[in-house]
């Protein structure tokens, strides 16, 4: 429950044998192009949208899509399908779909289906930002470029709401902000709060939650390409994107197109209780002590405030920061509260992976921050970054009035859809929370609790998916060659995935860029990468060389810091 909220504050190996190569950009002038939407993205996300002026409840659903203008150059439709593909009768959902259609002036590419990630995120705010600047700089401008919002999510009916006003719900998030450090004796008190918000989402929710989730995206998106009138799907898909677009290929391998998946889990895991959360603890110590060897390259507090002569001292005092802030939380003074074990985890780990490219100016700020956290554990004031972190975990749950169903439904969404897919686990006993509380500590000492929740959120959830997926039909041999591209430092779809997936899928290629990130949406970003994604749409029967390696662009990592993840 927690890694959510986390990264809305933020952004609101084995040795492996693997092929080094470059990409020569013989087409220099769309590399070009591509590093000019680098450019671009950063400049949008300085400015995001804040105001949605388009009402997608004023389109009536209809099973043939009618277009309507939105969003300046966008078209917007609600596309009526099965509520539970399995059985018509128990109604009907309506898909939010977004389409910026090709330039009437080049001649005519087809259509490609791009769905942003992020379990229960509405599509929207990533389409109006970026897809122009993606589908003209990356793509090519004769492409129409289409998303929709998955089931329970964004402008897609029925929504999963778990609390009837922003009030109640604040409130309820603020009960969540001041639970102690999970440790042994405070698992009652998170007990009782999963056990309670599973409650709201089923006494307001209850009777959809069986048909939003994973299947149903999927078949949804088949749907949509239907009334489109295509029989292959085109698919460039960031994290949970990517996932649909693997779940595709097990479902309906012959509707497959061209497919880019980026950032993907392992799909078996999805379904199977607590697997998939233990699957994203595997580079989350690699990427903090990145981070540390990156700090102590600066070679001074000047160059970053956390730096240490000797980089073992470094890890020492982090790791006295965190048992400290276990039993002696900081005393905040605005709002009055209590900085946690827990919030520090959070800030930190929103930091870490440098999303949005933000390296460059998350991990001076992180430096500072745990200057900040231990100064103010050893007496000291309480630091400006410090405050600034803490202030902005209120201003992230901050009650506003909804917008058409996006505040109410995408954070019970985000959790809900993935208990409902995994299906029930069921109430643990303080024994077996004991056990996997050692389990996770032991495997991710950093992190390790703050990802425990989203597993424990689960164990108390009663919703269960109506569909359950066949796990032999991962296995796979499509027409089209797959194209999986991850960081080779991923804290939330780990490298492993992609090439688990790969495995299952014979006919794909791994693309992997030697960075600490999370998708090329969220960076940082290679244009190697994005040449690769370019000519896997637009070359008739290009193929990615097998396990490539590419670099990031230059400037992107935080502190200047180029070493090589492959070190770790």
């Known amino acids: 429950m927690y890694v959510l909220s986390a990264l809305q504050v933020a952004l609101t190996v084995s040795a492996v044998a693997v092929q080094c190569a470059t990409i020569p950009l013989e087409h220099s002038q769309h590399a ?33 899509l009618q277009w309507a203008d939105c969003y300046g150059s966008f078209k917007c439709s609600r596309l009526k399908v099965p509520l539970d593909y399995q059985d018509h009768s128990k109604g009907n959902a309506a898909v939010a779909v977004m389409m910026l259609p090709a330039d009437p002036n080049v001649p005519f590419l087809g259509t490609i289906y791009s769905f942003p990630g992020g379990t229960g995120n509405p599509s929207e705010p990533f389409f109006i930002a970026a897809a122009q600047i993606f589908r003209d700089y990356i793509l090519e401008p004769g492409w129409n470029f289409v998303t929709w919002d998955a089931r329970g999510a964004g402008q897609t009916t029925p929504t999963l709401t778990c609390f009837e006003t922003q009030e109640e719900r604040y409130a309820f998030q603020q009960r ?26 089923q006494a307001l929710s209850g009777d959809v939650i069986p ?12 749907s949509l390409a239907t009334a489109m009138g295509q029989d292959k799907i085109n698919l460039w898909g960031f994290s949970y994107g990517a996932n649909i677009g693997a779940l595709l290929v097990a479902l309906y391998p012959h509707k497959v197109g061209k497919l880019v998946l980026d950032s993907v889990g392992k799909i078996h895991e999805s379904f199977a209780p607590g697997t998939s959360v233990e699957f994203e603890l595997r580079d989350h110590c690699k990427m903090v002590e990145y981070f540390l060897r990156a700090c102590h390259s600066t070679g001074s507090t000047d160059g970053c405030a956390f730096y240490s002569p000797n980089i073992a001292t470094m890890r020492t005092r982090l790791e006295n920061i965190q048992k400290k802030l276990v039993t002696n939380p900081i005393a905040m003074p605005s709002p009055s509260g209590k900085y946690s074990s827990e919030n ?14 933000g390296a460059a100016y998350l991990w001076p700020a992180l430096g500072y921050l745990l200057v900040d956290v231990e100064t103010a554990l050893a007496g000291g004031a309480i630091g400006g970054i410090l405050t600034s972190y803490y202030q902005g975990g209120f201003a992230a749950f901050e009650p506003s009035p909804p917008v058409d169903g996006r505040q109410q439904g995408s954070v019970d969404s985000q959790l809900g ?13 303080q024994k077996e929370f004991e056990a996997l509380l050692s389990k996770f500590n032991r495997k991710d000492p950093n992190f390790g609790t703050l990802f425990l929740q989203n597993f424990l959120v689960c164990t108390e959830w009663t919703g269960d998916n109506v569909e359950k997926l066949d796990l032999a039909l991962l296995d796979q041999k499509t027409e089209n ?10 804290p939330l779809g780990p490298i492993e995935g992609a090439k688990s997936m790969s495995r299952k899928f014979r006919n794909s290629r791994v693309v992997t860029i030697d960075a600490v990130g999370h998708t090329q949406l969220l960076g940082p970003n290679s244009t190697s990468a994005h040449m690769i994604v370019h000519d896997v749409f637009n070359v008739v029967g290009y193929e990615a060389p097998r396990d490539l390696v590419l670099q990031p662009d230059a400037g992107i990592r935080g502190f200047g810091y180029d070493a090589s993840t492959f070190d770790l």
């Open 344 to 357: 520090f985890k959070q800030n930190m780990f929103a930091s870490l992976p440098g999303l949005s490219g």
């Open 176 to 201: 969540q902000r001041a639970l102690p450090a999970l440790t042994k004796a405070t698992w009652p008190e998170y007990q009782a709060y999963y056990r309670d918000y599973n409650a709201k989402c």
């Open 32 to 64: 070009e192009k591509i590093k000019l939407a680098t450019k671009l993205l950063f400049e949008r996300q300085e400015d995001p949208i804040t105001e949605y002026d388009f009402r997608f409840e004023t389109l009536t659903p209809s099973e043939t």
């Open 211 to 222: 048909y939003l989730g994973f299947i149903q995206t999927t078949r949804d998106l088949v």
């Open 417 to 429: 859809i993935p208990c409902t897919d995994s299906g029930p686990l069921g109430s643990i006993t």
């Open 481 to 490: 060659t797959i194209t999986f591209i991850s960081h080779n430092i991923d």
